[in-house]
């Protein structure tokens, strides 16, 4: 056999050709682009003031060019049988695969850009308040990852599954310590998920007990997505004015008390980065007219081992596993929600529920543990029923449950601690260049308004646009939306003082900027990417293929 010849696609080579591609030319024509030259843009081809609109990386298909080649095959050493001789005639291609043929060097640099054009978490400090994007340590993703969790199928019946049925039970157990309720359930895949499941259960609490109930209750400071859970669930909102100090008080919320109400829908942490500091005589107010109290519990972040819901008079909760717990939020990726349960309401709860069958001390011998099963129990009468195929999103539940054994409870009390000290020591450092709502200490979280600022003609998000071209993630701006011109910070604890600094110079560099060359504030990023992109069209008008 002719030692040099190559292996072939088929009876005839198939060369790829791209999608409507071209043979790349060497040449291009026109002036070539030099250096320096404002109207070349740089190597990427960005253009140096970031406001050329167009693509900034090509697409894999565009760097096309016949001939180049990834990957060499080595030399046949077994006999070259032609493929139609090997492969039934209607499985095999009639044209080429039009896949763009790229060197090897050029898709890993390609890949390489795309990967780096975005900002993310893993480059630097992304203080979006209300979204808690700390860092979430890599040996969690590796857990996740372990061919025994990542390959299960979810078919697979509860017997050949019972590590990952145990799991699922302890970490429920765990997130019952740290919230002091009676029961979790795993399944929402997100927090407004949660929030819809939380007002589901409500709903059969108070269809169980023949209540005439119609109304939720919500602050004014409330996240977006409650009060549309509250409607999801056939409830009407009704929204509760804040008190002067940003929390909400007794007075107004007796207010808009009434038999008709089913629950409140609290905050703690408030999106204002506040404690609502009544909470426990709005929890009596509300079971006075046999409401419930339903936490939305994103902002656990500033309580874990601090205080617990449950000793708020909270009777129902989610959490987002997707930011206090080790996912990061916002990703794209899929989240978690728990929701968590008073005794009262577990009946209610989601079907299935894990229930452990053996072994229910904690002091159990290895042999009792051997016995120990873990069962899928679907008889559940009063239960709301199925809220996701199988139950919920695993990956994120094994990060989680790998997070919370690796820090422990002095851990998480740490995490928490910090995440309050580095929101409070950041908010000292900028509180003599923005205004601040509600002067006094934070938790995780504070809100500044941009007010000052606006007076002299520059918006908050224009502020928040400018902190990109200086190498840092822009905040949350104009939430919550009682706070006029709001910027929401949420460091957490994760960032050092030294990068806690850094930001803080940066805002002041900004603000200096806003009193003396407010124009370059104004048309930021300069640098990125791209420039101020249509945000609206962006959102309503996907392209989403090529
Ligand atoms: C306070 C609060 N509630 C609810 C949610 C909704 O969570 P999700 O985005 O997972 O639906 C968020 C999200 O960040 C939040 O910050």
């Not at 060369?15 to 002036?31: D, F, H, I, R």
Request: glycine content about 8%.
């Amino acid at each position: 056999m002719d030692k040099e010849k190559r292996p072939e696609t088929g009876g005839e080579r198939l060369s790829a050709k791209p999608v409507g591609g071209q043979p790349c030319n060497p040449q291009p024509p026109g002036p070539e682009p030099r250096i320096g030259d404002p109207a070349a843009g740089d190597s990427l081809g960005r253009h140096p003031t970031g406001t050329e609109p167009g693509i900034v990386e090509p697409l894999i298909f565009e760097l096309h060019c016949e001939g180049h080649n990834s990957f060499s095959p080595p030399l046949l050493d077994v006999p070259d049988v032609p493929v139609a001789d090997l492969i039934p005639a209607h499985l095999l291609r009639t044209k080429a695969s039009e896949l763009p043929e790229v060197s090897e060097p050029e898709v890993v640099r390609h890949f390489t850009r795309l990967s780096s054009l975005n900002y993310h978490v893993d480059k630097g400090m992304y203080p979006l308040g209300s979204c808690t994007m700390k860092y979430n340590p890599k040996v969690n993703e590796e857990v996740a990852a372990l061919p025994g969790f990542r390959d299960l199928h979810p078919l697979c019946p509860p017997d050949a599954a019972q590590g990952a049925l145990r799991l699922m039970y302890l970490l429920a157990d765990a997130l019952c310590r740290i919230t002091g309720m009676s029961e979790f359930c795993l399944h929402p895949a997100a927090g407004a998920h949660g929030e819809l499941t939380g007002m589901m259960v409500v709903a059969a609490y108070h269809r169980d007990k023949g209540n005439q109930k119609d109304t939720v209750l919500i602050p004014d400071s409330a996240h977006g997505t409650n009060p549309a859970s509250v409607n999801l669930a056939g409830y009407k909102v009704v929204e509760v004015k804040s008190g002067a100090n940003g929390c909400l008080n007794a007075a107004s919320l007796k207010e808009a008390l009434g038999d008709n109400v089913a629950a409140l829908m609290l905050t703690n942490p408030n999106t204002l980065g506040l404690f609502e500091e009544d909470v426990l005589r709005l929890a009596e107010i509300i079971h006075s007219v046999d409401g419930l109290m339903y936490l939305d519990g994103a902002n656990m972040n500033a309580l874990l081992g601090i205080a617990k819901p449950a000793d708020m008079g909270f009777d129902v909760m989610h959490l987002n596993l997707h930011k206090t717990f080790s996912t990061p939020h916002g990703g794209g990726g899929p989240g978690s929600g728990p929701l968590g349960v008073a005794e009262k309401l577990r009946a209610f709860l989601p079907v299935p529920r894990i229930r452990r069958e053996e072994g229910r001390t904690s002091k159990q011998t290895p042999k009792q543990k051997e016995k120990e099963r873990f069962a899928l129990d679907f008889n559940a009468p009063k239960s709301i029923g199925m809220i996701h195929s199988f139950y919920g999103n695993f990956a994120v539940m094994v990060k989680a449950y790998a997070y919370i054994l690796s820090l422990g409870g002095e851990g998480l009390e740490s995490v928490a601690r910090e995440s309050i000290l580095n929101a409070n020591y950041l908010k000292a450092l900028l509180a003599p260049y923005f205004d601040v709502p509600y002067d006094k200490p934070c938790m995780h979280e504070f809100v500044l308004s941009g007010k000052r600022q606006k007076a002299l003609g520059v918006r908050t998000l224009d502020i928040a646009k400018r902190l990109l071209d200086l190498g840092f993630h822009a905040p949350t701006v104009y939430f919550p939306l009682i706070v006029e011109e709001a910027l929401m910070i949420e460091p957490t604890e994760t960032e050092t003082k030294r990068e806690l600094d850094r930001f803080a110079c940066a805002m002041k560099a900004i603000v200096e900027e806003v009193e003396r060359t407010p124009d370059i504030v104004k048309q930021a990023p300069l640098t990125t990417p791209v420039g101020r992109l249509d945000e609206g069209k962006a959102a309503r008008d996907l392209r989403l293929k090529w």
